[in-house]
């Protein structure tokens, strides 16, 4: 059965998977305090590995209640394994199953899964429709445009992935060379978007605001957003999106206080799932994006980086909480040479150049 999300008459809204950092904790908490979202994506997960019952990839594609509609990730490049893992997903309760053709990291391309699978567009094609085949939830792609520009595979994999019965393509809009820098294609995320009509095409790549969410949707056309760093750097973005679509031009200001306040329950909830030691020190590189948006934030992240215990974590905020007080003005606001600049994305670039 299709969910409702895929009929939703207004843009979707997505959380982009993101290995370390879009965990469960995070995944409840954002839905919970910021909303907005019409699913999540859990990390990536091996197919083998869940096919074998690997204890990481288990808690990996675990989702709940309060964590719902989630589609769980596979990577793999092995036909046969990536659909018995899908069947695994949907017995465990999973809204979907979501597959990776876009990951650049050495360990994934080695197996020949990730962004390897756009060397293959034939082999890619195949096992998305053994996957299809195996499971009766909703299977989405999730890709960039190509290996490189000169070989872009994208628009053609949308096409023949919709044939086959894909419900949604999330297309990133970068090729695998590129990483995670350079412009987003837009061109390139709309020619995907036209080339498979009859399914939503969400775009991906640098949204960090709602402004450029705007922008995005209308340059590409596509049917909705997948957002990863900018749900850090701001989760309340989903909701400031759904409320510019609706034609409010200034979607409410998030306090200090209530980022601070999202950061110190993501760690306290990654607490309750991982255990004191392991939570505060996956929270070392997960920091820094919360922080960024906070004001002068060096010695916070240095001794954040340094964390082993929640007091460590409280020891270091209390800290940073006296040292702040000189870059506020009178009325608790940080002072315009101290405001943080805008988080770096290429969409506003593009948008300046018109
Ligand atoms: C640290 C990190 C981990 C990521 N992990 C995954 C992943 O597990 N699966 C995936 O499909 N993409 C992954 N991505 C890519 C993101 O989902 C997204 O495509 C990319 O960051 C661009 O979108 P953004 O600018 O909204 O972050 C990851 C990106 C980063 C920066």
Request: with cysteine; glycine share 8%; charged share 20%.
């Amino acid at each position: 059965m299709t969910p409702t999300v895929f009929s939703a008459s207004r843009p979707l809204l997505v959380l982009a998977p993101m290995a370390g950092y879009t965990n469960l904790p995070f995944r409840e908490l954002i839905r919970e305090k910021a909303g907005g979202l019409d699913w999540t994506v859990t990390e990536l997960v091996n197919a083998r590995s869940l096919m074998e019952r690997r204890d990481e990839a288990l808690k990996l594609s675990k989702t709940t209640d309060k964590d719902s509609p989630c589609f769980v990730q596979l990577f793999s490049s092995v036909i046969h394994e990536t659909a018995e893992a899908a069947r695994i997903v949907e017995a465990q309760g999973a809204a979907g199953v979501d597959i990776n053709m876009g990951c650049p990291a050495p360990k994934v391309i080695k197996s020949g899964g990730g962004s390897a699978l756009l060397a293959d567009p034939e082999h890619a094609i195949r096992l998305v429709e053994a996957v299809v085949q195996a499971v009766k939830i909703p299977v989405t792609v999730k890709m960039r445009l190509g290996m490189t520009p000169d070989q872009i595979v994208a628009p053609k994999l949308a096409y023949a992935f919709q044939e086959l019965g894909v419900q949604a393509v999330i297309i990133h809009g970068r090729t695998r060379s590129q990483g995670f820098s350079g412009n987003v294609d837009l061109d390139g995320i709309r020619e995907v978007v036209q080339a498979a009509p009859k399914i939503p095409v969400l775009a991906n790549g640098d949204v960090t605001t709602a402004e450029n969410a705007l922008f995005m949707l209308k340059q590409t056309g596509a049917a909705g957003l997948s957002i990863g760093r900018g749900a850090f750097y701001n989760p309340w973005l989903f909701s400031q999106i759904r409320s510019a679509l609706t034609g409010n031009a200034h979607p409410p200001m998030i306090s200090f206080e209530e980022r601070l306040h999202f950061m110190t329950e993501h760690l306290q909830r990654m607490i309750g799932a991982f255990g004191e030691f392991s939570a505060c020190t996956q929270f070392r590189k997960i920091a820094p994006f919360y922080t960024k948006r906070m004001g002068p934030s060096k010695e916070l992240n240095r001794n954040l980086c340094q964390c082993e215990t929640f007091q460590q974590y409280q020891d270091a905020i209390a800290q940073y909480l006296r040292q702040r007080t000189r870059f506020l003005d009178e009325n608790g606001e940080l002072k315009p040479n101290y405001r943080p600049v805008p988080v770096h994305s290429s969409l506003d670039k593009l948008a300046a150049i018109g």
